[in-house]
């Protein structure tokens, strides 16, 4: 993606956007190329964590990010986070997240940009309600 001929981004690859005002993507496990810590969305170094399910840094990593994503979103203690939200592709490097991922995050980027969460939503429409 360029902005004024200069290269500003990739379409396919996840950006690490924390601020507030922006859709976060989901987690990125990839590190510097030199192995010296992490460096989400390192396309030089992508990969997971290859941590299974009964892996406790995992478990605990997750929970760590269900935590974060309910607080900097406003959440509810009880509010479901999806999937998505709190752990990271087998690249680490996809950007994508749900429809109900992005849903969550509206208010607080409505909210940082002083816009109405419909302003926000404008040009994505929820799809329809089930059968």
């Not at 995992?58 to 752990?87: I, K």
């Not at 109900?100 to 509206?106: C, F, G, K, N």
Request: hydrophobic letters at 30%; glycine letters at 10%; zero cysteines.
């Amino acid at each position: 993606m360029t902005q004024g001929g200069k290269v500003v981004g990739s379409a396919v690859l996840g950006q690490n956007f924390t601020a507030p005002k922006y859709l976060h993507g989901r987690p990125s496990m990839t590190n510097k190329t030199d192995g010296s810590g992490p460096e989400p969305y390192n396309a030089e170094n992508s990969g997971a964590s290859n941590w299974g399910p009964t892996n406790a840094k995992l478990r605990d990593s997750v929970q760590e990010r269900v935590t974060a994503f309910r607080q900097e979103n406003g959440l509810s203690a009880t509010t479901p986070v999806p999937v998505d939200a709190v752990t990271a592709s087998a690249s680490g490097l996809d950007p994508d997240v749900s429809l109900a991922t992005a849903l969550l995050q509206v208010n607080r980027i409505a909210q940082t940009r002083g816009m109405q969460p419909a302003e926000v939503e404008e040009g994505h429409p929820r799809p329809p309600a089930g059968p």
